[in-house]
């Protein structure tokens, strides 16, 4: 069964350039989660979707950062425009349920540096 | 903003060691889940626990929540190469779906 899908897996970019990270969660899942993850912050909930609807964006960093997801297939994280302290590795992860015990299935993660 | 802190930050052991590390907070948490990340990859839940007092084994892993859901623990016998990673605590409140993931323990298992 295929898992969590994110691309790029990797990306370098210039500081003012527009980022845009692509998730695919697990088909059924009704929840989706993006996370941050950095050395110094260790790992940072962004915002999250239940049923395609944003739930809870209180961690977007500032307006620069949006994210949508369409249908219950795609989810994107966008940046714009980019600055070098918006380096880290960006996670995708899905739920079955809405339920305070739900366990989380994570992607590989989209490792952006931007110069 | 709950605040998860995980202790020790970092722990390298030999092999066939035992070991243990901690997750606490001030809050009160519905559940608590472990999570083990390998590099260039994702989190991968280990276990969930949700009642105060509450232990779990997975092989050589026992984890336990505390009695009053603020704080866990994580102990493995026997170290091996394989449990090598950043073992992370993740928790959320009644009725939230929201995690919060601790600091983190990044585990080294020498051979």
Not at chain 1, 74 to 97: G, H, M, N, W
Not at chain 2, 86 to 100: M, V
């Amino acid at each position: 069964d295929a898992g969590v899908i994110q691309s790029p897996r990797h990306e370098v970019t210039e500081m003012g350039q527009e980022v845009t990270l692509r998730c695919k969660p697990i088909s059924g899942h009704n929840s989706l989660f993006w996370y941050r993850q950095t050395m110094m912050r260790g790992l940072e909930l962004l915002i999250y979707f239940n049923n395609n609807v944003p739930i809870d964006d209180s961690g977007m960093p500032e307006d620069r950062f949006s994210a949508k997801m369409p249908n219950a297939s795609f989810s994107t994280l966008k940046i714009q425009p980019s600055e070098p302290r918006d380096s880290a590795v960006y996670f995708c992860a899905s739920s079955p349920r809405l339920a305070d015990t739900g366990e989380l299935f994570f992607g590989e993660g989209s490792r952006l540096t931007v110069l | 903003t709950q605040l998860l802190e995980q202790s020790p930050q970092f722990l390298s052991i030999q092999e066939g060691e035992n070991l243990t590390v901690y997750c606490n907070s001030s809050s009160v948490f519905s559940s608590l889940q472990w999570y083990r990340q390998e590099p260039g990859e994702g989190p991968v839940l280990l276990v969930t626990v949700v009642t105060g007092g509450e232990v779990k084994k997975l092989k050589r892993l026992t984890f336990q929540f505390g009695d009053a859901r603020k704080d866990s623990s994580l102990h493995i016998t026997a170290a091996q190469p394989g449990d090598t990673g950043l073992y992370l605590c993740a928790a959320s409140n009644f009725g939230n779906e929201k995690l919060t993931f601790g600091t983190g323990t990044r585990l080294t298992i020498i051979p």
